[in-house]
């Protein structure tokens, strides 16, 4: 039966689901966090060419064993709740950039936040799916470096904004814009979305191509 993913931002109790998930199947090369996920996300959908589902989903797990799901049901609901969550990131920047921010943690110490998932997790969607990230011109290249920054602790601590959150998610709008300037004037803006026409189910054929049955490719 077809269906459409809701484009609406999260509830807390989806981010709470996602975050169990992650916390039961995660391994140290994956996404582990909803932070990171928020990252990850955001350098996927900002790329001026769309990423097909097998590169981000095996990038998301780290690249190797997927998850072995219990149940056909807690799948679904955490691939639908990735794809919506993917879908309101690129519906905010490219309608709404104004309004756009990124899900940063909360600092162990209760003060201020920690940005730190969100990097790791924006640099792995930007730097293990595609390779035009190299070759930007030098004004994005260097937002794209200011978050690479905030991996080594030496460079973060050194000439840091004063809000960090404020010029994180600045440098994510400016990345976004350089990329949807290089898109083909024949994708248009509303393909930066995902939508599911028929439900995907661990019989159904894998969404990557590959032939196989999900069960058998991207689902194991």
């Not at 190797?64 to 149940?71: A, E, F, M, R, T």
């Not at 921010?101 to 600092?107: D, L, R």
């Amino acid at each position: 039966m077809a269906y459409t993913i809701s484009n609406d931002p999260l509830t807390a109790e989806q981010f709470h689901f996602i975050q169990d998930q992650l916390d039961a199947f995660a391994i140290e090369s994956s996404v582990r966090t909803v932070s990171e996920m928020d990252g990850f996300f955001t350098a996927v959908v900002s790329y001026k060419d769309a990423i097909p589902f097998d590169a981000w989903y095996l990038s998301f797990w780290g690249g190797g064993d997927l998850p072995k799901w219990k149940s056909e049901q807690a799948y679904q609901t955490f691939f639908d709740s990735l794809i919506q969550h993917m879908n309101q990131i690129s519906l905010m920047l490219i309608d709404h950039p104004e309004d756009y921010h990124p899900i940063f943690n909360q600092a162990e110490d209760g003060e201020g936040l920690d940005c730190l998932d969100w990097c790791v997790g924006y640099l792995r969607g930007a730097t293990t799916l595609v390779s035009g990230w190299s070759a930007m011109p030098e004004a994005p290249t260097a937002a794209l470096n200011f978050i690479f920054s905030q991996l080594d602790a030496d460079k973060a601590s050194a000439k840091q904004p004063a809000d960090l959150a404020d010029a994180l998610t600045n440098a994510a709008r400016e990345l976004h814009t350089y990329w949807a300037e290089q898109r083909t004037d024949d994708e248009p803006d509303d393909s930066r979305t995902v939508r599911i026409e028929q439900k995907v189910g661990r019989n159904d054929p894998c969404l990557c191509g590959s032939g196989k049955k999900f069960k058998q490719c991207c689902g194991r």
